[in-house]
């Protein structure tokens, strides 16, 4: 085995390692949400008290590291415009953990092009290329559904609300 298939090999054991660590971490704090108070709280006003630090403890150490590092890698314009993207497509993944997802799609993406190319560079360009169109495409996606099926569901709540104010 070369050491190019052997490096190729070991980025796609990280990316992955980090993505079921990260998609562990969420699974976790999704269960949370299963009683009808945390069912609420989902579309309440965030508080920086009690979820926040629970939502801490549930995060491995590893998770809260590479965010971290992924946060300080945006710049907060960035975050920002990627927060509002996030919102209106109702996925609840805060900007740095987006972003740190799609480095993760880019890493497999990549390594798998290189082992079956043989060129790293290409594979590089075609994973960078190929993994930000993908998420970007895909939270436009999810954008256009969430407002299809608002647009979908506006006109019986108006039929509801008239009926119920006549």
């Known amino acids: 085995m070369n050491w190019s298939l052997a490096g190729a090999l070991g980025a796609i054991f990280a990316a992955l390692f980090i993505l079921v660590v990260t998609v562990s971490g969420s699974l976790a704090r999704s269960g949370r949400d299963r009683d009808l108070a945390g069912r609420i709280a989902r579309y309440g006003p965030r508080r920086g008290t009690g ?6 403890d549930s995060v491995r150490k590893a ?3 590479a965010i971290r590092v992924t ?13 509002e993207r996030l ?9 740095a953990e987006w972003e740190l997802l799609g480095g993760c799609v880019f890493v497999v993406i990549a390594a798998g092009v290189s082992i079956l190319t043989g060129n790293v560079i290409i594979g590089v360009l075609l994973g960078a290329l190929v993994s930000w169109l993908g998420m970007r495409m895909l939270l ?3 954008i256009r559904r969430r ?5 979908e ?3 019986d709540l ?3 609300l008239a009926s119920s104010l006549q």
């Open 51 to 56: 979820q926040d630090k629970r939502e801490s």
């Open 63 to 65: 998770d809260r590291v």
């Open 71 to 83: 946060k300080r890698l945006m710049t907060p314009a960035a975050q920002q415009r990627l927060s």
């Open 87 to 95: 919102e209106l497509a109702a996925v609840a993944r805060k900007p």
């Open 140 to 142: 436009s996606f999810l």
């Open 147 to 151: 407002r299809g099926a608002f647009a």
């Open 153 to 155: 569901q506006l006109p």
């Open 158 to 160: 108006l039929q509801l």
